[in-house]
């Protein structure tokens, strides 16, 4: 998940779940009412998708500057890798037509001019260049970021944060290690670091850290690599065009040459690398540069795939014969399914997402739900899991049924699995004397409840190294 990304939503404008751009308009209008910014103040918000919209068209900055004509405003995809900025941010920014980002996009309209939808590095690049709230501020968005996910049943969680902040990653250092020193760490976090490019990566290494460094409360994780975008923004990287769009497919953000680079680099210094990678033809470039480098020097570095939601059986053989594992959200299941059939065509769609396959393959796997894009309640989790439905529960059967798990393949994904993937199945993942007390008490059994009753089980006590984090009795 991003951590810090969910905390700083708690007082952004809240698009989720808006069915068209006016829905948009008059929520960004309603939080403008109640926040009152400052004259000059930047405005943010997340979680609008063009794809709920009658008309599926990217807003762009003509549908905001009569809204918000003096404050620049900045409102992310739900999946983070688009973004749309009014006029005024375009302008603070210095984005122009000329404007150019390796591994970025600025959309332009028929005439050249910029529309304010920016992708991929682009939206990372512009997010930095945004005011970070004060320290105060952020320890205060923390605890109660923490609050919720110690009510959720969440001990400890996997957290890309670079980018949600600027200041690189001394910054996201110097706050975790100051909280974890007062005992005021809310959660267990291993952090992914998101370090762009091979300057960043050596930087990095030559201060000393590496993955698994820290302590119980916080540690160092694996070098976090984006390959290529989302699906919904049709920046995943495929290998054959997109179903709905004929002549793109997607937008690889390194070259090979480059990917390899940073995973070797990486590998030999002793990290351990997670990949983010939603297309078939970023699993393949991901899958040679893990190769390449499982050649020079085979360790057992416990490398995996962020995502991998599109791809084939030779991709998963490959996978399983490589020891690559696999990050997976479960939600994306019910999310997805509509948007992934006219993105890719119901063959290819079909073929991802394939989570028991991985499993069978012997792959190891962890759950999670890259919140802010997904809630973060691993039973909610759970139940798309094994069962491959909406809320509604459609469709009837489950989407690709034949990919459900058992309710206990789906809990051990969201606990002995993310354990395993930090390093950490020798003190945590399960409930066994001298393993940490980290544990969630439900209010129903939910490996005897029908599936359909596991979203409405509720935490009725957290614990974290036995000090109750939330009560409910």
């Not at 990372?124 to 009510?151: C, F, I, M, Q």
């Amino acid at each position: 998940m991003h951590f810090l990304a969910y905390a700083l939503s708690l007082e952004q404008a809240d698009l989720t779940g808006a069915r068209s751009v006016h829905e948009v308009r008059d929520r960004l209008k309603s939080f403008l009412d109640r926040e009152k910014p400052a004259a000059g103040e930047w405005v943010s918000g997340r979680g609008w998708n063009h794809e709920l919209f009658g008309d599926p068209r990217i807003f762009t900055r003509d549908d905001l500057d009569d809204l918000v004509p003096s404050n620049p405003v900045i409102l992310s995809r739900v999946c983070g890798h688009v973004a749309v900025l009014n006029s005024r941010a375009l302008e603070i920014l210095g984005i122009t037509a000329d404007s150019r980002f390796s591994g970025g996009v600025v959309d332009l309209d028929d005439t050249g001019r910029p529309t304010g939808v920016i992708r991929e590095t682009a939206v990372e690049w512009a997010h930095s260049r945004t005011p970070n709230p004060d320290g105060d501020k952020l320890r205060r968005l923390v605890a109660r970021a923490g609050a919720a996910a110690a009510a959720a049943g969440l001990t400890s969680i996997h957290s890309d944060d670079l980018g949600s902040v600027g200041g690189g990653w001394g910054a996201i250092l110097d706050l975790y290690l100051g909280l974890d020193g007062e005992g005021k760490m809310p959660v267990r976090i291993t952090e992914q670091l998101l370090l762009r490019n091979r300057a960043a990566l050596d930087r990095f290494l030559a201060s000393g850290w590496r993955t698994g460094d820290g302590s119980p409360a916080f540690h160092i994780g694996p070098l976090k690599i984006l390959t290529d975008g989302s699906m919904g923004g049709r920046t995943a990287f495929l290998r054959e065009e997109y179903s709905d769009m004929p002549g793109v497919y997607g937008v690889p953000i390194y070259t090979a040459g480059e990917l390899n680079d940073l995973v070797w680099t990486a590998h030999s210094a002793g990290m351990q690398v997670a990949l983010h990678a939603i297309g078939d033809g970023a699993l393949d470039m991901c899958l040679d540069a893990l190769e390449k480098a499982r050649e020079r020097n085979l360790r057992k570095a416990r490398h995996y795939i962020v995502h991998c939601q599109t791809g084939d059986m030779e991709q998963y053989h490959r996978m399983a014969r490589l020891g690559v594992g696999a990050a997976i959200q479960p939600p994306f299941v019910p999310s997805d399914r509509p948007m992934a059939v006219r993105r890719i065509g119901e063959d290819r769609a079909r073929r991802g997402y394939a989570w028991k396959t991985l499993l069978d393959l012997g792959i190891f796997l962890s759950g999670g739900s890259d919140c802010p894009v997904e809630t973060f309640d691993p039973l909610w989790g759970i139940y798309t899991a094994v069962t491959r439905k909406d809320r509604d529960g459609v469709p009837e059967g489950g989407w690709n049924p034949a990919q459900k798990l058992t309710v206990e393949e789906a809990v051990d994904l969201y606990t002995r699995g993310g354990a395993y993937v930090s390093f950490e199945e020798h003190r945590k993942g399960t409930l066994q004397a001298g393993k940490l007390a980290d544990l969630v008490v439900l209010d129903r059994d939910i490996f005897s409840v029908p599936e359909e009753g596991i979203p409405a089980a509720k935490p009725v006590l957290t614990m974290m190294g036995g000090k109750v984090t939330f009560r409910d009795f």
